[in-house]
């Protein structure tokens, strides 16, 4: 199951459950924790780990985008490989064929 990250009234939701327990905490419980230091690096390398799942699912996603709109690109760009004249001077030639063929069967028309 995929959850997505959102924000409302500039709070983020549906956030790692690591990073919102960790943030409800006080100063001082994150200071005196082991590995965390005074400074709060040890909350910075958790919210870091915590966000590499999202981050590589946005770049997995942004991945996924760019080979899409690639694909269409080359399907748009094969479709449309031939020049207006060119095919207006095919279809003539189709046209005539079709009203030969037309003709001979016993059909005209003006």
């Known amino acids: 199951m995929r959850e997505e990250l959102r924000v409302e009234n500039g709070e983020l939701k549906n956030q790692p459950q690591c990073v919102s327990s960790r943030l409800k905490g006080t100063d001082s419980a994150r200071a005196s924790t082991p590995g965390r230091g005074v400074g709060g ?48 001077e095919r279809l003539n030639e189709l046209e005539s064929k079709v009203y030969g063929h037309l003709k001979r069967m016993g059909f005209a028309w003006q």
């Not at 996924?64 to 080359?74: D, E, G, N, P, Y």
């Open 41 to 88: 690096e040890g909350l910075v390398r958790d919210f870091q780990k915590c966000l590499a799942t999202p981050v590589a699912s946005i770049h997995g996603e942004m991945d996924r985008i760019s080979q899409q709109l690639t694909s269409r690109l080359r399907e748009l760009a094969k479709r449309h490989d031939r020049p207006l004249p060119k095919m207006a």
